[in-house]
Nanobody, 123 residues
C-alpha cells in the first residue's frame, strides 16, 4: 500500500493549508488514520488521528483549535486542515494507516506510511 500525501507548501505565518492523503488501494476504510510530522533534528510527532468512521478524533492539546483531521471514506481520503500556522509548524508531514480502527497517537500503531509532504511556514 502506498500513501500519497499532498497539499504542502510555503505559507506565511497565520496562513492555512489543507493536506490530503489517499492510499493506493482501499485498505483504510476500516482503519484509523493519522498525521505525524517531523522537523529537522527532531523526533516524529503526533499531529492528529481519526478513527475508521470519522466519529472520533485525537490530537495533542497544543494543536487543538488549529488543526482538524477529517476523512471521506467514499473517496478513501483523509485530510488535515491547518489554520493559523506558525513557523514552528514547519516540518515534513506524514500520513499513516492504523493497524486497528481507533485513532492512536503512537507511531507503532500505524502500519503504512506515506513519503511525506513539506510544510514551511515563514515568519
Amino acid at each position: 500500500v502506498q500513501l500519497q500525501a499532498s497539499g504542502g507548501g510555503l505559507v506565511q505565518a497565520g496562513g492555512s493549508l489543507r493536506l490530503s492523503c489517499a492510499p493506493s488501494r482501499r485498505t483504510s476504510s476500516n482503519n484509523g488514520m493519522g498525521w505525524f510530522r517531523q522537523a529537522p533534528g527532531k523526533e516524529r510527532e503526533f499531529v492528529a488521528g481519526i478513527n475508521w468512521s470519522g466519529s472520533s478524533t485525537n490530537s495533542p492539546d497544543s494543536m487543538k483549535g488549529r488543526f482538524t483531521i477529517s476523512r471521506d471514506n467514499a473517496k478513501n481520503t483523509v485530510y488535515l486542515q491547518m489554520n493559523n500556522l506558525k513557523p514552528e509548524d514547519t516540518a515534513v508531514y506524514y500520513c499513516a494507516v492504523g493497524r486497528s480502527t481507533y485513532a492512536s497517537s503512537r507511531p507503532a500503531d500505524y502500519t503504512y506510511w506515506g513519503q511525506g509532504t513539506q510544510v514551511t511556514v515563514s515568519s
